[in-house]
């Protein structure tokens, strides 16, 4: 799908599992850079979907993040370590006020 | 502690802004860069907000990095630079990692960063948001694995990603070209390109031709991308394109003929992003019939309808990067009058030679409109979706139309295509095209999608910054 032709300098961790990223990069970029294109389920139907515009428009590389749900990974940056999972269907308000 | 500290505290700490500024600009892409630099040169205290991590908007995307490590290789990237060192060192107050989501009438701006939002008063504004990719709704296009030639360009800018294995790039539009020869150039690899473009795109160009001419470097370099990519990989001349798979893109379908696939890149050429201007009460847009888009009616300067607030670059009618930055500048200096700075003989004076330069850098729209129109909508099939926030296919927005709905307003009560998270960002002209061709009508006179303020989802941990 997608070939890196630059060095990856860290580790992420997408579902429990490590990835090679390079800081600074973003979060959805990393991902198709290994191979991942399903980010998140849709809230209609359950639907998995992957980024279409990489520029922030569309939504539709939603992700949890450090536990916030909801972020677009085509505009959160690669930090050493950062920790992702699959954004499933809509956002759920209970864990996010815990 | 108040709730706006409860929910601020251990956000990370965000550099305070000043209660007001002369000049807000939108965006660092080409025109808005270029707008700073002008304003600052007036200067005008100039604050610029921008939803990237760097300057350069999608065109200039990650230019500075590239610069760092040597690798900025063609004209545009050289261009992207030298705007880019020049808007660094205007002192004009950059926020990047910025949205903004409101302007309220009298030039007050709200937008959020690292998690909090912000808000500051502005005498006049620079809206510079860029185009956007014309979506182009297939069967299947929303399994994972199906992207926009865009995407992978930022994808490619950024990180050096390059395609690989079953990569297919699939529609019309100059861009798709250009994305082609800098992949091949950089070691990548693709399967085929699907061009979808209706025959006899010279022939409906040639009229313009001559005018065209008087800046031959866009043909000349569309020549050569063309014929690059000819010989490094097949183009495929089809009509009809769907995507298929199980949960994510296994194989597609050209012309009934099924060829494997794992990354299919679309694209339909680009639009401008007028997400914030049609929020914005009183600031009216114009139909253009030929690039089939809704822009907002400018001036020479930039002004919109309303007063004390201007747009410059694509977010105004596509016209590429190098009369972007020109139209940047020349709406600095429209601005730098209104607010006193200097003389309308002065801001005619400079803006002269900018508005023969950015006359020169247009002088080839009219051949490349005709040469890449968009794709008709009516021919999408009843089974697409094309609001893929809300799963809505064409044929309910077809079905809607049947009973009555006259407009993109009146489809979303119906069907609730443009209501999800995107806000119509991306179905929006797909949407619109498919009500235009059912009811038989020009799109001019099709409502688009009302947006509102905010123009951007927020939360209200967000918002709840703004009383702290």
Redesign the interface.
Known sequence: MFRRTEPTDCTIVWEGRDLPAREGESLAVALLAAGITSFRETPVTGAARGPLCLMGACFDCLVEVAGVQNMQACLVPVTPGLVAGIQHGARSFEEDAA | MSVADEWTAGREAVAPVAETVDLLVLGAGPAGMAAATEARAHGMRVLVLD?N?APGG?VHRAVE?RLAKGAVSDGQDKDGAKLAAAFRASGAQYRP?A?LWAVEPGGKVFWSESGAARSIQAERLILAAGA??RPLPIPGW???????V???Q??LK????????N?WLAGQGPLLWLYAVQALA???KIAGIIDLSPPGGFSRARPHLLRALKAPEYLLRGLVWQQRVKRATRVIQARELRAEGE???ARMLVDGVAHPA??LLLHDGVVPNTQVTRAIAGLTHGWDPVQRCWRPALDLWGNTAVAGVMVAGDSGGIGGARAAALSGRIAALEAARALGRITTDERDGRAGPLRLLRDRQLAPRPFLDAMFPPLPEAAIPDETILC????VTAGRVRQAVGLGCLGANQTKAFTRAGM???QG??CGPAVHGVIAAARGVPGGEVDPFRTRFPTK?LTLGELAALAG
Do not use: H, W, Y
Request: proline fraction near 9%.
């Open positions: 939803e991590g999608q990095a990692g949205t956007t990719e929303t399994l994972p694995g199906v992207m926009s865009g995407a992978a930022i994808a950024t990180a050096g990603l390059v395609p690989e294995g990569v950089k070691g990548g949960g994510q893109l794992d990354l893929r926030c809300e799963e999800g998270p995107c960002r991306i989802p």
